[in-house]
């Protein structure tokens, strides 16, 4: 089960419990739909993305001075979002799915989502999340891509080794260190979302040590 989370805390916690689905913004189809033929419909859609993000709740839970602040219509697609129903869009992929139906993955692998999530704020939820399915094995690298702010990958250092220091982390936990490539990312300041190169260096790099964390979990 290799996971890259939208960004909403309520589809981390969900997904903890519900490892077999996949899930998708409400309106991507018909908003990938309309802009073809409207774009008008941008205009509405960003409206009411931002009639969403009122909250001062949401806005510091979400997004700190360590993240990138996703785009408003990122931010609603990931807070309206529909499971897939394969039974409809896909009944072959659907029959071979349901062999996994209400299982656990043997190994999940985590990095970041859109505006951080988890955010720094978020390590002790996290590790309690790990301790509560010891037969799941967890790699997780807080500090990937987007999010490659050298604040972000010190408060996780700084949390994880306090952690450390009062009791041992998660035997089904391995973390990933990927700041030597992530803070080449740009100029250091991680303002700006980046991609990186399907089959590039770095991505190479990060799927070899995961490939070597998951075998490590599994002896």
Known sequence: SFRF???SYDELDHAFDHWHESRMGSLYKK???DANNNNNNNNNIDEAADDDLSSDEHEHRYFSNDTVRPSDFAIFATRNQL?????KED???ASILSTYED?????VVLTEGWGGTPNCSYVDEMLAKFEAQPDVSF???PVYVT?????RYECFQAKLKGFAGTRSLPSNLKLLDFWDEASKLDDGNGKNPVHIPL???YMKKAIGEIEKAMCELLV
């Open 5 to 7: 989370l939208h960004g």
């Open 31 to 33: 908003h990938r739909h």
């Open 83 to 87: 499971v897939q129903d394969y039974n």
């Open 91 to 93: 009944p072959k992929l």
């Open 103 to 107: 299982k656990q993955p043997k190994i």
């Open 139 to 141: 790699i997780w690298a």
């Open 147 to 151: 999010n490659h702010k050298k604040s």
């Open 199 to 201: 089959g590039g260096d």
